[in-house]
């Protein structure tokens, strides 16, 4: 039962697990590393995929937000630290009225000169934030977020209904905003500025929670979260492990990123989140009632996929393993960085779902948002003639 | 199917009871109407069905609700997904998923049902509803008809035994009301489904009802009955059926297919008789214009929103707007108070152009009441409400208030404006809008959930807007409001304009947007039972 919704039988839509580990692969990548062309080109690569990939529904066009809110990070990252200095040694660009902070503010700087490294190593920092956005807004743009919803294991239900509001709570507020600010307009009021926003505030909540309210009464009306026939108790000891293996995974993989902290035990809590995690689940998940609607099936496509994410992992940390400087940015001495030919090819192995993964099936989404109905040629005839074509007889005899 | 005993239910913190002591038993296969004023408790009545009242909206229910068998007291609404689908209001708001196929399988998949069941029932389902050409589309790119409709579906699939709808048409052109309509008595009658509807257009929905339930509201009996001998003496009615009343026509038809039957003596008596309404025929003669568009058109992205379109909007003159969902209605609405720059061509309100006008001149010079008069308000109360919009406007302290009281007078001062009725809501978004007196009055589909009472007293100040020289645009699928206050009708069709002419010409021509009474009396062009009346008095029996 594979997910045929295209007009071509190679048309079909990849399991959404592949691409969230793919893109994760890449966000770790970029995590680990601070030179400045191996961010580049794994921002580079991940837009090249969602490029080639995407879907015409309305969630692929989320790359672009997270795009744009990249470049933001990375410009509040530099005025924050060209406005509160931390007055790192270096070669100095240009320095700023500083102003003098009573003593309690000691360590803490406005003003003064600013270092070229400062400013280096702050963009770096946003850089690498950015790009971890731009992953993240990649597999949003694959994969929807709904999609992604289904592949939750029964044990995680109640979390389900939290995440399914919170993914509707987005778009609808964008939608509120909007017709709120034509209201204000219609009364003759501020639609911009800050006097704008502070009438518009409480409407736009009230509207997104409303529909937030609406959501979770429908999802329980059709049946989300029935009780199965699992005891009370063995359901809550499932779902206790599960939660609490996935903080352990949390605070693992925080152990694992950042080298030095947790004295090292990041790896041993990791493993131990995991095996909780998978008890959690396998006990809860055995007597579920849930069924799956035309599952999206693990084929080929989807190893080779996730693979490709880690392979730039993989690459990045092979380079580091073997001793390459340039995986990190070195800011003293001041150098142009070079490129670390494994890491390279590891990030460019993950071009591969560009031509690996399926092409997406044509039909899915609307042409444009907001679109009204493809209309039948039937109703189309009917309305502009005013043929007596009514779907009753009684419009028929009524008419002329 | 259905049993509520002694069912009494108030919400938190309200003294008044907003079901007292109800008892109610709905049978297999059956076919119901609830109908009643907004805020009367009908939502609420239905919610019980299914358990969302209590377990959702919070307050106190006493009594029982027993639904196939199995009491609400002890089944959250998820424990009846099984058995009782629910279509809310408004069904893009109750969409869980993103695709029409995925939204029609997600109950199955919560109830466990076999996958091979599962890919048949959701094929069945899309064949009955006519949806399997919109089966891998986005549910966000779907029209206001085929999103209800996909709603409906979406609990169908459950194969519950009881399907209870809120106002399912409330939104919906005249044409995609018929075909929900049409779909639901198919059910009833191939399934035998047990079918509970809340409908404000009775004039719609009677003619599928097996049985009636009023809800006068405030906690008074419910009046359940045959929909023939309910009508017989019910205050509200449908066009058709008060013309069966003054016709005297027994026993009182309720489709127009049994009206037109017996009526050939009435449209006898009226042959020789032209049919006029007061005031009519001043529309005639148009006075000053106060708005134009010149060839403007309007484009979403690739998507062709209006095309093309030069119209006059006069002094004097009420205005209909028709067409069906997403034929352009609210665009150019938008475009006559400059909400967004047009694409091509010009919009013109008394020499100015929209787009580039100060808010605040603006309202002198056109108002909108928007489809939910309730975005137009902020205020905590009806009082703060006027004396902000005085002041927003610059206008004398008071003037609001009094235009208020003009509209409809006495809306308590005090309450928040989300706690009036929905006729309350739109007096004061109306009273709000008017009280910078703009010569241009625009009306996004303002009879939506009002009731009759309220509707009647809109029309009379829409008939004064009219006579105080305003031009009244009003954009709607109530044909039957068309009927009685409009002057001038023009229809859209995918952007532009197919129909523009005197109002009572272009209605009785078309057979979608005809109101009961033309398809009754056809081929003589009578719009209202007012005007009937009006004619059988001068010509005496």
């Known amino acids: 039962m594979s997910r045929h919704r295209g007009t071509g039988p190679s048309q079909r839509s990849l399991h959404p697990l592949a691409w969230w580990i793919w893109a994760a692969g890449m966000a770790v990548t970029a995590i680990k590393t601070t030179n400045p062309l191996l961010l580049a080109m794994i921002a580079a690569v991940v837009i090249f995929v969602v490029a080639a990939r995407r879907t015409a529904a309305p969630w692929s066009r989320s790359l672009t937000f997270f795009l744009r809110l990249g470049l933001i990070v990375i410009a509040i990252r530099i005025v924050v630290e060209i406005v509160f200095n931390q007055r790192l040694p270096g070669h100095v660009l240009f320095v700023l009225p500083h102003l003098t902070l009573p003593h309690w503010a000691a360590g803490v700087y406005i003003g003064g000169p600013v270092a070229l490294e400062a400013i280096l190593e702050a963009f770096l920092d946003g850089l690498r934030l950015a790009v971890i956005l731009v992953c993240f807004g990649a597999a949003n743009s694959l994969a929807s977020p709904y999609r992604l919803l289904r592949c939750l294991p029964a044990v995680l239900y109640e979390a389900g209904v939290a995440v399914t509001v919170a993914l509707a709570f987005a778009p609808e507020i964008v939608i509120t905003i909007a017709s709120v600010r034509e209201a204000r307009r219609l009364r003759g009021r501020a639609t911009r500025g800050l006097a704008g926003l502070r009438g518009m505030a409480i409407p736009v909540l009230e509207g997104a929670l409303d529909r937030s309210l609406q959501l979770a009464s429908s999802m329980d009306s059709r049946g989300y979260g029935r009780r199965d026939g699992t005891n009370r108790s063995t359901r809550r000891r499932a779902t206790s492990a599960t939660v609490i293996g996935l903080l352990a995974v949390v605070v693992g993989v925080y152990g694992v990123l950042a080298v030095g902290s947790l004295f090292g035990l990041g790896l041993p809590i990791l493993a131990a989140g995991i095996a909780l995690c998978a008890l959690g689940l396998s006990v809860g998940g055995k007597r579920t009632t849930r069924t799956r609607y035309r599952p999206d099936p693990w084929r080929w496509p989807e190893w080779v996929v996730a693979a490709s994410g880690l392979c730039a992992l993989a690459g990045l940390a092979a380079a580091e393993a073997l001793g390459s400087t340039s995986v990190q940015f070195s800011f003293y001495p001041l150098a142009v960085p070079g490129l670390p030919v494994l890491a390279c090819v590891g990030i460019l192995v993950a071009l591969v779902p560009a031509i690996a993964a399926p092409a997406p099936p044509a039909t899915v989404g609307p042409k444009a948002l907001g679109e009204p109905a493809t209309l039948e040629p039937s109703a189309v005839a009917k309305a502009v003639t005013f043929g007596a074509a009514g779907s009753r007889p009684t419009v028929v005899e009524g008419g002329r | ?541």
């Open chain 2, 1 to 541: 199917m259905i049993e509520l005993r002694d069912v009494s239910f108030r919400y938190g913190e309200s003294e008044i009871p907003t079901l007292s002591h109800v008892e109610l038993s709905i049978s297999e296969g059956e076919l119901c109407v609830v109908v009643g004023q907004t805020g009367s408790g009908k939502s609420t009545l239905l919610k019980a069905i299914n358990g969302l009242v209590p377990y959702f909206t919070g307050g106190h229910l006493a009594g029982e609700v027993i639904v196939a068998g199995r009491s609400t007291r002890d089944h959250p609404p998820r424990e009846l997904a099984d058995v009782v689908g629910l279509v809310g209001q408004n069904p893009a708001a109750s969409f869980v998923t993103d695709v029409v196929e995925d939204e029609l399988a997600y109950a199955m998949e919560n109830l466990g049902i076999e996958p091979a069941a599962m890919r048949r029932r959701v094929e069945d389902t899309l064949d009955l509803l006519g949806l399997h050409e919109l089966r891998a589309r986005s549910l966000l790119s779907l029209s206001g008809g085929q999103q209800q409709r996909v709603a409906i579906g979406a609990v169908l699939t459950a194969s519950p035994r009881v399907l209870v709808l809120d106002e399912p048409t409330s939104a919906l052109d005249p044409a995609a009301a018929e075909e929900v309509l049409a779909a639901l008595a198919r059910l009833v009658h191939d399934l035998g489904l047990t079918v509970v509807v809340a409908e404000h257009r009775l004039e719609r929905v009677l003619p599928f009802a097996d049985r009636l339930i009023i809800v006068p509201g405030d906690g008074a009996p419910l009046q359940v009955g045959d929909p023939g001998e309910l009508m017989e003496h019910s205050p509200v009615a449908p066009p058709i059926v008060e013309l069966g009343r003054l016709a005297g026509w027994e026993p009182l038809p309720l489709s127009v297919r049994d009206a037109r039957r017996i009526a050939a003596p009435l449209r006898e008596r009226l042959a020789t008789i032209e049919p006029t309404r007061p005031g009519e025929g001043a529309a005639l003669r148009p006075g000053s214009v106060v708005a134009a568009t010149h060839r403007l058109s309007v484009s979403y992205g690739e998507l062709r929103a209006i095309w093309d379109i030069d119209l006059r909007f006069c002094r004097g003159e009420v205005l209909a707007l028709m067409g069906r969902n997403g034929s352009g209605k609210s665009t150019l609405l938008g475009q006559l108070v400059g909400l967004r720059p047009p694409t091509a061509g010009t919009v013109d309100v008394a020499g100015h152009d929209p787009v580039g006008l100060g808010a605040r001149k603006l309202i002198k010079l056109v108002g909108l009441v928007p489809q939910d008069a309730g975005l137009l308000l902020y205020s905590a109360t009806v009082g703060a409400e006027c004396s902000t919009a005085d002041h927003d406007a610059g206008l004398e302290p008071g003037t609001t208030a009094a235009t208020l009281d003009r509209v409809l007078p006495g809306v308590p001062v005090g309450r928040h404006p989300r706690d009036l009725s929905e006729g309350q809501r739109l007096a004061l978004a109306l009273a709000v809008v008017l009280a910078p007196a703009p010569p241009l009055v625009l009306l996004d589909e303002p009879t939506r959930g009002l009731d009759y009472p309220s509707k009647d007293r809109l029309v009379a100040v829409l008939g004064d807007l009219r006579d105080a020289g305003h031009s009244v645009v009003l954009a709607t699928h109530d044909v039957e409001l068309v009927a009685r206050v409009a002057d001038r009708a023009i229809v859209l069709a995918d952007g532009e304009v197919v129909a523009d002419g005197p109002a009572r010409q272009v209605v009785c021509h078309s057979p979608v947007f005809a109101p009961q009474v033309a398809k009754i009396l056809a081929p003589e062009p009578w719009l209202t039972v007012a005007e009937v009346r009006g004619a059988l008095e001068g010509v005496g029996p």
